[in-house]
């Protein structure tokens, strides 16, 4: 009798081929995607971390040119505190604050500080006339314009607030940071979150 030879696979040794490659290609799937998360976060750590250092570089350099400061307003409790830098003469300055990204204006209403959002700090150029203005009236700062040159974007500020110690010859800066923001929680009411991402950063000046 003539003998043949069998090459193809019959429909148990398919069935068996085609589970394992299933299992296999699950692994693999799961594999890229953790890889892809981690290297997402990593990406959004040095992100955050090449922003804080520049905002301290920043803060700094500022801080050695413009010797006095002051709270601008004070929202302990209520809002993130705003603050400005001048000379003695006040012939020019700096004004640091948060920023809500999405509408562009000052974070400092109590009612929005307990809520959700895209907030960030940023900084500008000060005038002699418009230090004059913001000291007379310090709400006056919520119709002033910002540019993106001077924005710390990766910094997602949840609450960022100020002492002055030694006659206000050291600035004491306390931040929470959102280090996971979510675009699609904005204007949700912060006691309704939790929150295990907040990091609190103390920097001196």
């Known amino acids: ?77 209520t809002g993130s505190d705003i603050l400005i830098l001048t000379n003695f003469d006040k012939s020019a300055g700096i004004i640091l604050w948060v920023v809500d990204k999405g509408t562009m204006q000052v974070e400092y209403i109590e009612s929005e500080y307990n809520r959700y959002y895209d907030k960030v700090i940023w900084y500008r150029d000060l005038s002699a006339s418009e230090i004059v203005e913001l000291e007379s009236d310090p709400t006056q700062v919520q119709h002033y ?11 997602k500020v949840v609450d960022f607030q100020l002492e002055f110690y030694n006659n206000g010859e050291v600035i004491d800066v306390n ?28 920097l001196n000046f």
């Not at 570089?57 to 302990?76: A, E, H, K, P, Q």
């Not at 314009?145 to 990766?154: G, P, T």
């Not at 929470?176 to 939790?194: P, R």
């Open 1 to 77: 009798m003539k003998k043949t030879n069998r090459s193809a696979l019959t429909l148990v040794e398919l069935v068996i081929a085609i589970t394992i490659s299933v299992i296999v290609m699950f692994f693999i799937g799961n594999f890229i995607a953790n890889s892809l998360v981690e290297i997402a976060d990593s990406n959004a750590e040095w992100r955050f971390q090449e922003d804080f250092v520049n905002f301290n570089g920043v803060l700094n350099n500022y801080r050695n040119i413009f010797l006095t400061g002051s709270i601008l307003i004070d929202n302990t409790g």
């Open 145 to 155: 314009s910002f540019f993106s040159d001077k924005l710390f974007d990766e910094i």
């Open 175 to 202: 931040m929470e940071v959102n280090k996971d923001y979510k675009s699609d929680l904005n204007g949700t009411s912060m006691s309704d979150l939790e929150l295990n991402i907040i990091k609190k950063y103390n």
